[in-house]
């Protein structure tokens, strides 16, 4: 759906811009457990109903996962309480492959270019506005 919406705010362009990709970023919700760092700090440990399905849900042939989609410079998250969240993608600079796609509390596991987008920022800006207030908003998130 989310394509959907940025390929509609597109077909009136004049497309003066390069196209860009649009990309879905993948993250593990309950990645493998890392050996802790020495601390005393208990809020680094994972909890038991973490660890439950962490065990669980690949048994199962599930998983747990959280996504973000990265165009024109900016990635695009949605979530609890907050709805849609924009932050700047990073794109540019020194960044490794990895660390373009850290995401707390999260384990990074693949990106799929959806598609391409001619649209430009404004255009962007307004379809994901008309998504914050047709379906996407944070008390409308669920995990299932």
Known sequence: TILHYIHACCYSTLHHLPMDNVTLNIYDLLPESQPQQQSSSSSSQPSASANFFRSLLPSLGFGAYHTSI??????????????????SSPGVGGETAHSLRAMPNCTYRESIILGQTWCDQSEINATIQRMREDKFTGDNYHLA
């Open 70 to 87: 990265d165009v024109r410079g900016f990635r695009y998250q949605f979530g609890a309480n907050m709805g849609i969240v924009r932050t």
